[in-house]
C-alpha cells in the first residue's frame, strides 16, 4: 500500500474497492455475500497509535468542537483511509449520521442508508435488508449461507463471554473480541481461526476473582484505559453490554431477521432495559456504569436506565480519546466507596 | 505520631491537626490555630491548626512539604493524593476518597447525620446524601467549570470586583451555559450600560441555578450543609435561604472540611 506521511497521518491513496466502510454493526453477512471486506470505521479510529489526528483533522475540515468525537474520528477514517463506499444508519445508531452521510457524499464517497426499524416490526426490518441485497446485488440465500457459517463463531463468542463472567477471560480481551465481531476484522476465518487460539490459550488461566462486579451500559467508552483503570481497582467489568449485543452472539438460536431484532442496541433505551435486568441478575453485577459519549442523544436514555434499574448506577461521560480524567476518577473512587 | 489531614484541591491545598498546645507544630508560617469549643470537632483536643496553600505553589514546593512530614501520619484526599512525588515512601500515608472526607467532615463540623452536604470547590460542586451518618447518594455537577468556584474567580476577575458574594440584588439572567462563553456575554451586558453589581449579582445566581438542581434531586426536609470555599458566599446563602425555605448549616471551618474528615477518616 503506498502510504504518504503529513503530519504523522497518513493517506492511503489507493482505492480498495473491496472495502466497504461500516459506521457501527450492520448486517455485516450482506457484504461477506457480495465478497467485500466490511471496516469498521470506529476500529480505525480508536485503535490507530494517534487518533487524536483524527479528530483534528474532521475539526480543520469544519466539524463543530462540541460535536462527538466518534463521528469525527468515523469521517476522518473514511478520509485517511480512502474508502469509497460506506453504509451508514440513519436510524438506531447515532443521529449526528444524517449529516455525516451527507458531508461524506460531498466527498466522492458512494453512501448508502439503511435505517433499522423504530417500530421494530419484521416486514419494515426485511425491506430494508433487501434494499441493501439490491444495493450489493446478492440474494438472501447467499446472505443466509455466511449467516450460517457465522453462526460457529458466534457460538464461540458467547463461550468467550461466559469465561469473562467466569473470570478466566479479562473485562479488556472480552471488549476487544466483542467490539471487533461489528466487522469480524474483516476475514471471518483469519477471526475464527485466532478466536479457537485464543480460547484455547485462556483454558489453563487461574480464575480472577473481583471485589465488586460491574456491567458497563451504553456505547464502547472512549476512554483508553477504560477498562484497566476499573481491573486496578480489583473490580470486574464483567458485562459489556454494547459490544455484547454488536456480536449478537446470544442470538443464535434466533433467524436470521429475528438475530437483528433481537439485537437491543438500535431500538432505544425502553427496549435494552429488560435485556439490561436480566444480564445484571444473571451475571449477579454490584453495580452499572453508564457510559455517556459527550454530546451524544444517548444522555438522554440515563433517564429510564436510572428510573427502570434497581441497583446503584453511575454515569460518567468521555468526550475525546484519552485516559480516564481526575475529576471521572474522583467520581468512580466515590461509586465504589458507596457499593 | 502526629497525625494530620490533608485535602489537595485544584485551587488550593489544606492541613488541618489538632493539639492540646497552642502553639502550631508545623509550617509556622502558613498555620494559624483556634481554640476548639468544648465537645465540637474533636473532644480530646483543645486546639485546630489549620494551613493553606496554593496547590500550584504546593506542587513547586512538594520536597519541603515531603520532608516537613515525614514523620506525620497523613491522611489525604482531593485531586492531588495521588500525586506519587508526595507520597511515594512514605510510611504512613492513606488516602481518602474525596466524597467520603466531606461527607466524614460535615458530620463532625455539624454534629448532623442526616443532612444534604453541598461543597463547591474549585474545579467541582458535590452533592452529598447523608441518612444516618452513611453516605446514601451523591451527585457531582456536569463536567463544566460554569459550575464550579473557578467561575465565580473568573467572573469576578473580569468584573473586576473583590467580594463578588455581597451582590444579590437585582439579577438578570445569563444565557451562556458554558463558563467561556459568559466571560464575551459579560463584556457584551458592559457595554450595553448594564451595571457591574447588577452583573456581580447575575454571576452568583447563574452558579446558583447550576447547583440548585442537584440539591433538588434530594427533595427532602432535611438541612443542608454548606461546605467548600463558597460556603461565606452571602449571595448563595440568600438564594438557598430564599428557594428552599431555610439557610444552610454554617460549620466553623467550611475551607477546610474535607481535611477535617479525611483527619477523622
Known sequence: MVEFFDDFVYYSFMIDNNKVGITTTIPVEIIYAAGLKPVDLNNIFITDKNPEKFIEKAEIDGFPGNCCSWIKGIYSAVIFENIKKVIAPVWGDCSNT???????????????????????????????????YNSFDVSESEVILVWDKLKSVRKKLEKLDNLTVEGKITPLENHIWLVNSSDFNGNIEEFENNLDEFLASVEKRKTLNYKFRLGCIGVPPIFSDFHDYFQSLNTGMVYNEIPLEFSMCKYTGESFYNQYLEYSYPYGMSYRIN??????????????????????????????????????VLTIEGDRPSNIDARTKLRIENFMELL | MNKIGIDIGSRLTKFVTFSNNNSPFFFQNLTSTYEIAPQKIDKSHKFIHTGLINTVDFYSEIEVFRKELENFEIKCTGYGKNNINFSENHNNFVKIPELKSHHRGAI??????????????????????????????????????????????????????????????????LNSTCAI????????????????????????????????????????????????????????????KKDFGKAPVKMEFPVFNGAIGAFFS
Open chain 1, 98 to 132: 444524517h449529516a455525516l452521510s451527507e458531508v461524506l457524499k460531498e466527498n466522492d464517497v458512494e453512501v448508502i442508508e439503511f435505517a433499522y426499524p423504530y417500530n421494530r416490526n419484521i416486514n419494515s426490518l426485511k425491506n430494508e435488508f433487501h434494499k441493501l
Open chain 1, 275 to 312: 435485556k439490561i435486568k436480566q444480564e445484571v441478575e444473571s451475571r449477579k453485577l454490584d453495580g452499572l456504569i453508564h457510559y455517556t459519549q459527550c454530546f451524544c442523544y444517548r444522555q438522554i436514555e440515563d433517564i429510564i436506565l436510572k428510573k427502570h434499574i434497581d441497583i446503584p
Open chain 2, 108 to 173: 463532625v463540623q455539624s454534629g448532623l447525620e442526616n443532612f444534604i452536604l453541598l461543597d463547591i470547590g474549585g474545579q467541582d460542586t458535590k452533592v452529598i446524601l447523608s441518612k444516618n451518618g452513611k453516605m446514601a447518594d451523591f451527585i457531582t455537577n456536569e463536567k463544566c467549570a460554569a459550575s464550579s468556584g473557578r467561575f465565580l474567580e473568573n467572573m469576578s476577575n473580569i468584573l473586576g470586583i473583590n467580594e463578588i458574594g455581597n451582590y444579590y440584588q437585582n439579577v438578570i439572567e
Open chain 2, 181 to 240: 462563553f459568559t466571560e464575551s456575554e459579560l463584556i457584551g451586558l458592559l457595554s450595553s450600560g448594564i451595571k457591574k453589581d447588577v452583573l456581580a449579582a447575575s454571576v452568583n445566581y447563574a452558579l446558583y441555578k447550576r447547583f440548585k438542581k442537584l440539591i433538588m434531586k434530594f427533595s427532602s426536609e432535611i438541612p443542608i450543609v454548606f461546605a467548600g470555599g463558597l460556603a461565606e458566599n452571602k449571595a448563595l446563602n440568600y438564594f438557598i
